[in-house]
């Protein structure tokens, strides 16, 4: 029985020194990664191709799918080039490894509201996550600025209240919020 209980402790021991190992090692390749990742974007920055810049920046993005200032240097070149399709893909792809983001979620919501003509129940969808992720009053303005678009003023004024409260965090958001309530009459 003492026997058992010793052999019992060393697996026990042994599992637990495995596990650590494990999981240094996995810290090790993802902190090899973060850093591949980061020398990428550093040397896309550099780059005049933009072409091979972002390849680069997407190879990051492969590297260490949380490395989220790949994704911002993507978001911004297609932004540049008034490609809302690819700045969406963009974003997704942080969303898939990263579902708290929500920077992530309003970027593609702007996004989808870029397209000609604008996208505005899938933009609803990011805005409405944003905003239960974080309560956020820019994803609050842009809720309350589609359901006023959209004639669902009762609605629409809960948002934009919530907007409009953060006047001092905010406050470019706020004024925006203001605006709106007065164009539909609420001010």
């Known amino acids: 029985m003492l026997r058992r209980l010793a052999l019992l402790s060393l697996t026990i021991a042994w599992a637990i020194a495995i596990a650590f190992t494990f999981r240094a090692v996995s810290t090790f ?9 980061r020398e990428l974007v550093q040397a896309a ?3 005049t ?4 810049a972002v390849k680069l920046l997407w190879q990051a993005t492969d590297l260490d799918p949380t490395y989220d200032e790949a994704y911002i240097y993507l978001g911004f070149y297609y932004n540049s080039r008034s490609d809302p399709a690819d700045v969406v893909k963009v974003y997704q792809k942080l969303i898939k490894n990263e579902p708290k983001q929500v920077s992530a979620y309003l970027n593609v919501g702007e996004a989808y509201m870029t397209f000609q003509p604008p996208k505005t129940d899938d933009a609803m969808v990011y805005f409405r996550k944003a905003y239960e992720i974080d309560h956020n009053s820019f994803a609050a303005l842009r809720i309350g600025e589609l359901l006023a678009q959209a004639g669902n003023r009762d609605e ?3 948002y934009l209240r919530i ?10 958001v706020s004024a925006e919020a203001e605006k709106t309530l007065k164009e539909i009459g609420a001010l």
């Open 45 to 47: 920055i550099k780059m």
């Open 29 to 37: 390749a993802d902190d090899a990664n973060t850093a591949k990742a």
């Open 156 to 158: 629409a004024l809960k």
């Open 163 to 172: 907007a409009l409260a953060d006047s001092s965090k905010n406050p470019t």
């Open 49 to 52: 191709n933009s072409d091979e």
